[in-house]
Nanobody
Framework: QEQLVESGGGLVQAGGSLRLSCAAS????????MGWFRQAPGKEREFVAA????????LYADSVKGRFTISRDNAKNTVYLQMNDLKPEESAVYYC??????????????????????WGQGTQVTVSL
């Protein structure tokens, strides 16, 4: 059974950087649109970024534009989220997700959790003051 496994989370000071990875096993992700979401305690899971199958198109939440970068290496079956200038309010569990069903990349659609049908277990990111 295919799985998504996130890694790279940890504790970082405000203004610091982290690079999250999402490795897929069991099946190639090259045909999937991929996304990153995050969820802080007591809050809804929110969209962070998404990337098309080839990596040619990306989408970001307004709050992370200019600081976060999503990328993918289909040869390594891995998706990345480079996070710079992190803020304490961005402390959360970060989840990788795959849309295995659709072929088209749509800003309106792929910002929604409902677009994704496979999720990783999450990795904790904690940003201290």
């Amino acid at each position: 059974q295919e799985q998504l496994v996130e890694s790279g989370g940890g504790l970082v000071q405000a203004g610091g950087s982290l690079r999250l990875s999402c490795a897929a096993s069991g099946r190639t992700i090259s045909s999937y649109i991929m996304g990153w979401f995050r969820q802080a305690p007591g809050k809804e899971r929110e969209f962070v970024a998404a990337i098309s199958r080839t990596g040619g198109n990306t989408l970001y939440a307004d709050s992370v534009k200019g600081r976060f970068t999503i990328s993918r290496d289909n040869a390594k079956n891995t998706v990345y989220l480079q996070m710079n200038d992190l803020k304490p309010e961005e402390s959360a569990v970060y989840y990788c997700a795959a849309d295995r069903a659709t072929r088209w990349f749509s800003a309106g659609y792929h910002m929604s959790r409902n677009a994704y049908d496979r999720w990783g277990q999450g990795t904790q990111v904690t940003v201290s003051l």
